[in-house]
């Protein structure tokens, strides 16, 4: 059974910095382009990255370039994303997809919550 | 950027209805479209792919059409499970973008 499973999610100030990970599992996760997606409370679903099967090809939205970092470990079938410089208005529930070529978006994790607040 | 313009947001029906909800790309995205079903408190849940692909699972009172600009997700017969929040997405270019959602309310 295909498994994603955020965690890292968590009560942060603005500046501050946090480290969300997703265990991936029931798939050749090597084999696969991953993303993550947020939804702001109350709000719309919005694609923040995407990283290529390899790690060698990555690709994020204007609101988070710069301060965002998507990588992957495929020894451990791990996604990471590495958020620096947050910001209040990136609080949201962050969601860990699987992508594949044909059907886009196919397999989502249950989120964790990242707030940001002082 | 790809922008998607999805309508109507709020969309009140009855049981048994047959419900559209429409998505418009501000260009050619091909049938790069997948439509989401969300529940509250939930993760999305992928219905529709490649604009009229269902995924496995799916009811098959639930279908997409279009291409290029111009694409519907279509409820047959509207079931009390359906009432949710629907999204669109395209994954044509390399930045992914999705529709501002469309609420499916009971009348």
């Known amino acids: 059974e295909v498994q994603v499973v955020e965690s890292g999610g968590g009560l942060v100030q603005p500046g501050g910095s946090l480290r969300l990970s997703c265990a991936a599992s029931g798939f050749i996760f090597s084999s696969h382009w991953m993303d993550w997606v947020r939804q702001a409370p109350g709000k719309g679903l919005v694609w923040v990255s995407r990283i290529k099967s390899d790690g060698s090809n990555t690709n994020y939205a204007d609101s988070v370039k710069g301060r965002f970092t998507i990588s992957r470990d495929n020894a451990k079938n791990t996604l990471y994303l590495q958020m620096n410089s947050l910001r209040v208005e990136d609080t949201a529930v962050y969601y860990c997809?699987?992508?594949?070529?044909?059907?886009?978006?196919?397999?989502w994790g249950q989120g964790t919550l990242v707030t940001v607040s002082s | 950027d790809i922008q998607i313009t999805q309508s109507p947001s709020t969309l009140s029906a009855s049981l048994g209805d047959r419900v559209t909800i429409t998505c418009r790309a501000s260009?050619?995205?091909?049938?790069?479209l997948a439509w989401f079903q969300q529940k509250p408190g939930q993760a999305p849940k992928l219905l529709i792919y490649k604009a009229s692909s269902l995924e496995s699972g799916v009811p098959s009172r639930f279908s997409g059409s279009g291409s290029g600009t111009e694409f519907t997700l279509t409820i047959s017969s509207l079931q009390p499970d359906d009432f949710a929040t629907y999204y669109c997405?395209?994954?044509?270019?390399?930045?992914?973008?999705f529709g501002q959602g469309t609420k499916v309310e009971i009348k």
């Open positions: 997809v699987r992508e594949t070529a044909v059907a886009g978006l196919d397999y």
């Open positions: 997405q395209q994954y044509d270019s390399y930045s992914w973008t």
């Open positions: 260009q050619s995205i091909s049938s790069w």
